[in-house]
């Protein structure tokens, strides 16, 4: 059974978060975080800089590891196992487009909209322990984001 290994961010901006549209394994277009595999010799943290950086068009800073997400998947026939490890980042500058192969849209969103819009139970944890993050530790995190 094949394992993928896989990196992301939850981007913040004050109490907004950043979202991409793709489409599914299922063919359904879903709101999520941008992610991605590892490059070899890339570490998890590099791997998740680069990603969000390609999905969106954001060069970002990590604030912290957020958690570890498993979960499995079916690729036609095969059985995959994946893990993601997910990050905490703020942006630092618009560097560039989004990954108009790969990504369909990319928005910005409250925490609240965020909640009501993405469809994984993982993502909608991650939502979750962010709230509980910048309620408990952060405060808002300084920045606008250009819209």
């Known amino acids: 059974m094949p394992a993928e290994f896989s990196c992301g961010g939850v981007v913040l901006d004050g109490r907004r978060v950043l979202l991409v549209r ?21 570490s998890a943290r590099q791997a998740a800089l680069r ?29 995959v196992r994946k893990a993601v490890q997910w990050y905490l980042m703020s942006w630092v500058a618009r560097m560039g487009k989004p990954d108009g192969a790969e990504i369909e849209d990319v928005r910005w969103v409250s ?25 408990t530790e952060l405060g808002d995190v300084p920045r606008t984001s250009p819209s």
């Not at 390609?54 to 095969?78: K, Q």
């Not at 925490?111 to 309620?135: G, N, T």
Request: net charge positive; charged share 30%; hydrophobic share 40%.
């Open 22 to 42: 793709v489409l599914s394994l299922k063919n359904k277009r879903v709101w999520t975080f941008p992610k991605g595999h590892i490059e070899p010799l890339e």
């Open 51 to 79: 990603e969000v950086l390609e999905e969106t068009g954001y060069r970002c800073r990590i604030l912290r590891p957020l958690m570890r997400v498993r979960y499995c998947f079916t690729m036609g026939r095969t059985f």
């Open 111 to 135: 925490l609240e909209k965020a909640a009501d819009m993405v469809v994984y139970p993982s993502d909608k944890k991650l939502i979750q322990m962010v709230r509980s993050i910048i309620s």
